[in-house]
Structure formats: C-alpha cells, structure tokens
C-alpha cells in the first residue's frame, strides 16, 4: 500500500538535545513538507522541498533543520536551538508543489 | 501578508448540517482546500475549490467566492464521527505550498 511512514509514534527527549524525525514516502511524490501543531495553532508549515537535494524554509524554520537526499525521504532535525520544541510534529508529500497533501500519522516529541 | 479566519469551535446536534466559514486574505490565490482531523491524527483530504461555486462530494459540500475571499464547507445529516477539526488551507502565490487556518473544532451531540 502506498503511504507516508512516521517514526516514532512518541517521542521523548531531554532538554538540549538534538533528535531526527523520519518521514517517508513511497507515493512517488516530488514535493514533501513539515508541520508543527500545537494546541489552537493549526499547522504551521516548518520546511518544504520540491525535488531531491533542494528545500526552503517555510514561516517557522528556525531551530530546525532538513536533508532530502532522496526522493522517499524528508528527515526533520529539532535542534538544540529550538526554544519550545514540545509538538505534534506531520509530514506531507504532494505530486505537485501546491497540490493535495497527504499527511502520515505524526510524531509527538515531547521534550523533559 | 497572508490571514486565514475560521471560527475556533462550533457545535451540531446529529442529522442537523452545519456550515463552516473560512475568509482568506492573500497576496495570490491558486485554490483553497478543506481537510478533517480527528483528535491526535492525520488530517485527510475533503474538497478542493479554484472555481467560484459549490463542490459537492456525499454529505460534505464546499463553496468558494474568490471576489470576497470566502468558502464555506457544508456538511449534512451530521454524524457522530463527524465531531473533529476542519482545517481551511490556501494556496500560496507561487503554488508551491498550503497556508493553514487554525482550525474549526466541530462537537456532534446526539
């Protein structure tokens, strides 16, 4: 079945600490995104990319960091910089830049 | 810059149809989107409008006027599974993203 895959499910971190989020696809989409929710914010998109080895920075980028390397993987990196990264953190991918999104199941990262 | 406004909660009894209000204000338009999400998971696709006009798909219903820069999403004989949030999302300028409201959470009683 095609899909998006986020792993984990949960996450737990301590302060200070750098952690990588996975994200992939097999939906032979171009175009992958990152969105942060927290509580009555609605999402906020974090970095997008439109092909492989090429990404921008979307409303709230900073403190993070992406690669795409490969067109099946969007891993996102909550730096240490990031001053409240507690969130509910999806993923998207789309065939065209500003088409449908499909989102996966989302990682909760919890930092201590 | 770029605002999208949807009331934060509504609530419905079941078999009623409500309707949920989006306005928009942007510096381009190239479409506007509707998705549900239910608590803690995924938001999934509903409808898509470019076009002035109603879309209508089952029991949900989408409208766009992109003279007053406004949509609705109708949904009809209301079921429990309904009660989630909907998301209102438009299309930025260049096309190469979704610009989200924050959501409208909607409580189905019975």
């Known amino acids: 079945d095609g899909g998006i895959t986020q792993s984990p499910k949960y996450l737990f971190r301590k302060e200070g600490q750098n952690v990588t989020l996975s994200c992939e696809q097999n939906l032979n989409h171009d175009a992958m995104y990152w969105y942060r929710q927290d509580p009555g914010q609605g999402l906020r998109l974090i970095y997008y990319s439109q092909i492989v080895n090429d990404f921008q920075k979307g409303d709230i980028a900073e403190g993070y960091s992406v690669s795409r390397e490969k067109k099946e993987s969007f891993p996102l990196t909550v730096t240490s910089a990031q001053k409240n990264p507690t969130a509910f953190y999806l993923c998207?991918?789309?065939?065209?830049?500003?088409?449908?999104?499909?989102f996966g199941p989302g990682t909760r990262l919890t930092v201590l | 810059g770029q605002n999208i406004d949807q009331p934060t909660e509504m609530t419905a009894t079941e078999g009623a149809i409500v309707q949920i209000n989006c306005t928009y204000q942007?510096?381009?338009?190239?479409?506007l989107f509707w998705y549900q999400q239910h608590a803690g998971e995924a938001p999934t696709f509903l409808s898509y409008n470019v076009l002035d006009g109603l879309e209508e798909k089952g029991r949900f219903s989408s409208f766009l006027s992109r003279s007053k820069g406004y949509s609705y999403l109708l949904l009809k004989e209301l079921q429990m599974k309904d009660s989630a949030s909907y998301l209102c999302a438009v299309r930025n300028q260049a096309g190469t993203a979704l610009i989200f409201g924050k959501g409208t959470t909607l409580s189905v009683s019975s």
């Open positions: 998207a991918s789309s065939s065209g830049g500003g088409g449908e999104q499909f």
């Open positions: 942007t510096s381009g338009f190239n479409g």
